[in-house]
């Protein structure tokens, strides 16, 4: 089956460090890759996703490059803010209907 | 942000109560989702639908069911709720109209305590 695997967290940063949060997936198929983000409180949103091997996915300075041969999607920042303190969860989507598989979610703590 | 509101915000029942917890969307999205978070987990899905009246299982179905009877409501049932079910649930909509490589949006959910 479906499978994603991302590195325990807590991860605890000073502002401005470089971020990484390992991901790495199983699945049948050519599944597309997720990062989401959960604020405290909050549900999920889109950080960002790619489709198709060696798209990279990026927003808010936020990068993944979905590497098949690696089967994995890190996720990285080059420099963290105090506002990035979230969960991150690495999700696949395979098959049918855009299920998602999803990584255990990895906690970001930057702190000043 | 996605139109998804989710009802109640907050429950606490009883072993063995049951529960309906109420998904609404505003975007005419055809598929909508239910998870379960948990600590250690992640997010695991329940259930899903594909249209009205369309529904089908997903990894953690077990104790729950689903409805559908129009295209922006989707309920969730727990029939006999039990302490293992005491979770954060998720909402989530889908216009997936491209295999899988649709953005699923998500609802502020729903925080669950069976006592």
């Known amino acids: 089956g479906n499978s994603v695997t991302q590195m325990e967290g807590p991860v605890t940063l000073s502002e401005e460090a470089f971020l990484t949060i390992n991901c790495t997936y199983t699945a049948t198929g050519y599944p597309s890759l997720f990062w989401y983000v959960q604020y405290p409180g909050e549900g999920l949103q889109l950080l960002l996703k790619a489709t198709k091997a060696d798209d990279k996915g990026s927003n808010k300075g936020f990068e993944a490059t979905y590497r098949k041969e690696t089967t994995s999607f890190h996720l990285e920042k080059g420099s963290v803010q105090v506002s990035d303190s979230a969960v991150y969860f690495c999700a696949l989507s395979a098959g049918t209907a855009s299920k998602l598989t999803f990584g255990t979610g990895t906690r970001l703590q930057v702190t000043l | 942000d996605a139109g998804i509101t989710q009802s109640p915000r907050h429950k606490v029942t009883e072993t063995g109560t049951p529960v309906t917890l109420r998904c609404h969307q505003t975007?005419?999205?055809?598929?909508m989702y239910w998870y379960r978070q948990d600590p250690g987990h992640g997010l695991r899905l329940i259930h899903y639908s594909y249209g009205v009246k369309d529904t089908d299982k997903g990894e953690v179905s077990d104790g729950y069911s689903v409805s559908r009877s129009k295209t922006e409501d989707f309920l969730l049932t727990l029939e006999s709720a039990t302490s293992s079910q005491t979770s954060v649930y998720f909402c989530?909509?889908?216009?997936?109209?491209?295999?899988?490589?649709?953005?699923?949006?998500f609802g502020p959910g729903t925080r669950l305590t069976v006592l």
């Open positions: 975007e005419n999205h055809r598929y």
């Open positions: 989530a909509i889908s216009e997936s109209t491209s295999g899988n490589t649709d953005t699923q949006y």
